[in-house]
């Protein structure tokens, strides 16, 4: 199956990169490109929140609860992230929230490698089409995989640095996992802290954005012959540290 292409105009308005991210999501739920997955889950776990936030947060996969509701980032740790986000002066509603894989793996054990590959294509096109300024990856598999850097979250959470995922150039910022947070008390403020840096790195002017993009083949169908910048896989991601912003050098977290 092949998603369709997300790669909008330069000139595309809200609503028609929401109807791409709309028929993006379709396609997503039809899905059967990882058969144990697909026979598995109860509900594709596409994303939910704000189609045009300036803030979007990816996590690993859903849990049991995010495959029973469909939705990402629930219970206890939904609940944390929430009222943080509020702290900082955002709403649960002003941000988009999803996943790197969308569907939940059996037993909550870690996606593997070729079904990181068949998933790709959708974060990258929900990256293209809601255009984030600032993307926070939740956890320490999240920024390893999107960093492609094997660091340890807490010597790198709280570090933005402008990178390129798929065809979009953002501010990365690595978050710890609030189920991390839950776990270890100590942890929370830290968390918090890290949330506060997101006004005024959505303030900052949005990086410059990369030339001309190829369409996204859709998962599982990379012929290697124009790969995305700071895909899984990648060589050499595009990246640069931001060294004046807030809490100093770049980023990585997660429990």
Same mark, same amino acid.
């Given at each position: 199956?092949?998603a ?12 028609e990169r ?5 028929r ?6 039809g ?23 300036d803030?979007? $947060?990816? /996590? !690993?996969?859903p849990g %049991?609860g @995010? =495959?029973?509701?469909?939705?990402p980032? &629930? ?8 009222? $943080?986000? /509020? !702290?900082a002066?955002? %709403?649960? @509603? =002003? ?5 790197? &894989? ?11 490698? !070729? ?18 300024k ?30 390129t ?7 990365l ?11 270890e ?5 830290l ?17 410059p ?12 169908e ?8 700071g895909?899984?896989g ?10 004046d ?6 980023g990585?977290f997660?429990?």
């Amino acid at each position: 199956m092949r998603a369709s292409p997300v790669t909008p105009a330069p000139t595309a308005t809200a609503a028609e990169r929401r109807a791409l991210l709309g028929r993006l999501r379709d396609d997503a739920r039809g899905c059967v490109r990882c058969p144990q997955l697909a026979a598995a889950r109860t509900t594709v776990v596409f994303g939910a929140g704000n189609p045009d936030a300036d803030v979007l $947060l990816v /996590g !690993e996969s859903p849990g %049991r609860g @995010e =495959d029973r509701q469909g939705l990402p980032l &629930l219970g206890a740790a939904g609940r944390l992230m929430t009222d $943080l986000l /509020g !702290e900082a002066g955002l %709403r649960r @509603e =002003d941000v988009y929230v999803t996943t790197v &894989l969308k569907c939940r793996p059996p037993s909550n054990r870690d996606p593997l490698a !070729e079904e990181l590959a068949n998933c790709r294509a959708y974060l990258h096109g929900q990256i293209e089409l809601v255009r984030p300024k600032v993307v926070c990856t939740v956890g320490s598999f999240a920024t390893k995989l999107l960093r492609e850097d094997p660091a340890g979250i807490r010597g790198v959470r709280g570090r933005p640095e402008v990178r390129t995922i798929g065809t979009r150039t953002v501010r990365l910022l690595p978050l710890l996992h609030p189920d991390a947070a839950l776990y270890e008390g100590a942890l929370v403020e830290l968390l918090r802290a890290d949330l506060a840096l997101l006004p005024e790195l959505v303030a900052r002017p949005a990086p410059p954005q990369p030339g001309p993009a190829r369409v996204d083949r859709g998962p599982g169908e990379d012929d290697g012959s124009a790969v995305s910048a700071g895909a899984p896989g990648d060589p050499s991601p595009a990246t640069s540290v931001e060294d004046d912003a807030p809490g100093g050098q770049l980023g990585l977290f997660g429990p």
